[in-house]
């Protein structure tokens, strides 16, 4: 099976979204509507690695720190779910301006990211419809994830 992944953390988030039972959408603009975001990149969407506060800074991690600190995990979705919308169809449809468009195009290239690998559908999508696998290592092993449950 061909798929998009979204890539989050395993402390950080996972919990939060074993207890929901579903990926659900969100919304970083105001007045956007909420999104899941997926990405085509095989091993790691670089824009996912997100920066942490440190000594109240904003510091930007490496991947390696960013695995360190939070763990990696990604949900399977199937290429071919045709509610799926490619990034100029997914900001238009979240009410993302142009101007707004090209600036997160611009600092998704500086982390290494790419649009053409940037998909989102608005969801909610539940964990049964998806498949779950954690970074072990340099490896993606399959994750069972139980609905409801506040852990792995």
Known sequence: MKALYHYTSERQHLPVILASGELR???DMAGARPLIWFSAHPFWEPTAT???WMG???V???FEEYYDVF???RFALPTCDGRLMDWRRACKFAG???RDRWALESVGAKEGGHPRHWFALA???PLAELRAEQLVGSQ????RVEEGASHV
Not at 140 to 143: A, F, G
């Open 123 to 125: 969801g909610p999508v």
């Open 56 to 58: 109240g800074l904003l």
């Open 25 to 27: 959408g969100r919304a």
């Open 71 to 73: 763990g990696c995990v």
């Open 50 to 52: 997100k920066p942490r």
């Open 60 to 62: 930007p991690q490496t």
């Open 96 to 98: 993302i301006p142009k």
């Open 140 to 143: 993606w092993q399959s994750l």
